[in-house]
Nanobody, 123 residues
Framework: EVHLVESGGGLVQPGGSLRLSCAAS????????MSWVRQAPGKGLEWVSS????????YYAESMKGRFTISRDNAKNTLYLQMNSLKSEDTAIYYC????????????????WGRGTQVTVSS
């Protein structure tokens, strides 16, 4: 059975940092590109970042460039998102998702999803 389990969310002040993790099981992790997708309160899904199966290529939504860093450890079947300089508009549930290829905001093309972790940026 496939599992993607996010962790690392929480409450942080503006300007602060968080590191999210996504532990994968039940499928061959390094066969897939991995992504982070978020959903802010009252809004739709928003693609955040993607990484290639071997970690050599990374992609970011414009508003995350320079602040967020995606990475993966295939030996540990784990995906990460380092988030720095957090803003109130980063408040959202963050999901990890797998895909074969890059689909950005085409969310119906992702194969597996986690249940998400809440990130709240507030003073």
């Amino acid at each position: 059975e496939v599992h993607l389990v996010e962790s690392g969310g929480g409450l942080v002040q503006p300007g602060g940092s968080l590191r999210l993790s996504c532990a994968a099981s039940g499928f061959t992790f390094d066969d897939y590109e991995m992504s982070w997708v978020r959903q802010a309160p009252g809004k739709g899904l928003e693609w955040v970042s993607s990484i290639s199966w071997n970690g050599t290529s990374t992609y970011y939504a414009e508003s995350m460039k320079g602040r967020f860093t995606i990475s993966r450890d295939n030996a540990k079947n784990t995906l990460y998102l380092q988030m720095n300089s957090l803003k109130s508009e980063d408040t959202a549930i963050y999901y990890c998702a797998s895909s074969r290829g890059y689909y950005y905001n085409n969310f119906d093309r992702y194969d597996y999803w986690g249940r998400g972790t809440q990130v709240t940026v507030s003073s």
